[in-house]
């Protein structure tokens, strides 16, 4: 059983789970505040008052949070929320997973009612929240490995502000039940775990998301670029995010690296920057030097897959990111990653053989990594770790550890 706000959230990554599972003899449902897909009867979707209640937890959010200082990114501190523990299927459920249920979906109230039930409960943790006093990454913080107080995003300054109330809910709950598991997907992740005082004496176990590799997949780059009538002798440089603009994405360093690439003569004239995600467009295209196809936000698997595939290299220089879908999806597609030296990025791009691994906020270095990427024709791969069948093979040994235990 899979717990997500919405089926497509956090990258795909808990919906593709899900199919994995049943694509290999395994039961699996989601029940999910919101559900982007209709077709599919394995994916329950909660009713009116459930989203009625997560509008009202969204306002309460932006007024809780109207003061934030924005660069260190997003903080959540949940009031309202479902109580799930009274659906069928999470009764008859054998394992639970949570995923990203912020939004107004679930509260610690609802999290404590499912922990109640007795049944295995895995948090699967797709950036730091679980483990911090409510922000999602805390930059170079390092207060939630002893106690979350006087939060450096929360304005007035406080000792015991909302990051220090909600470290303390965090703690009773997590320290409350012993059916709770928590898995990370990335090495970085796995070792803030280990170092958080909310969850170092808890199982954490690191297994990475999973992608469908019959899917995700190279194809002739000719044929992609001509598809969304690109001229065949460009070098198409791409990026993309959910939210272009987001403070975690480095928006800045991919202009100036890219204004770097520009100044040199032999890049000057045959570069496109292909750009999909929510952003201005118009305030895009006059920030960067060179020719511009922007795709907005892809809502298909087909669209993404086939600019990837357009591509000669994909861009991701994340201030902080855990492990970045679109990194996935780019080195599975044969199309080579450069990306910061930072969280778990460097899970999936081995410097100068799938890509570029550059040093943290160094626009100059993105711009070599550029350089060195085209000029040596690199492909992107993923490493081994990363395939289907070691993936599945990790969760049901947890899940035969769990039934043990």
Known sequence: ????????????????????FLQNGMDSLMVTLRASINDDKKIKQQGAKAKIVALFDHHIQVYLNRKNRIEFGAFSYP??????????????????????????FLNFRSMREIAKLGKPVIFFMHDMWNITGGCHHSFTCQKYTEHCYNCQMLVPEREKDRSFKEFEKKLKLYNGFNNLYFVAPSKWLYD???????????PIYYIPNIIDHSFFKPFDKNIAKKILNIDVSEKVIAF?????????????????????????KNFASNV???????????????????KIKFM????????????????????????????????????????????????????????????????YKDAYDIYEGIKFCLENNLKGYLPSEFDEEAILEKHCNLHKMIKNT
């Open 240 to 264: 993309g995010s959910v939210s272009i603009n987001s403070p975690y994405k480095g928006w800045k360093f991919l202009k100036e690296s890219l204004y770097l690439l520009h100044n040199d």
């Open 296 to 359: 907005g936000f892809l809502r298909d698997e087909y669209s993404t897959m086939l600019s990837y595939n357009a591509a000669d290299l994909f861009i991701a220089p994340s201030l902080a990111d855990n492990l970045p879908t679109t990194i996935l999806e780019s080195l599975s597609c044969g199309t080579p990653v450069v990306g910061f030296d930072v969280g778990g990025i460097p899970d999936m791009i081995k410097d100068k053989e799938n890509g570029y691994l550059a040093k």
């Open 1 to 20: 059983m899979h717990i997500q706000t919405v089926s497509e959230s956090t990258g795909r990554a808990p919906l593709r789970l899900h199919r994995a």
């Open 79 to 104: 009031i309202l929320g479902a109580d799930l523990s009274r659906r069928a299927e999470i009764k008859d459920a054998d394992i639970i997973y949570i995923h990203w249920v912020l939004g107004g």
């Open 192 to 202: 803030c775990a280990r170092q958080s005082e909310l969850t170092r004496q808890k």
């Open 272 to 290: 496109t920057v292909l750009i999909f995600g929510n952003g201005h467009s118009q305030d895009i295209a006059e920030s960067i030097p060179f």
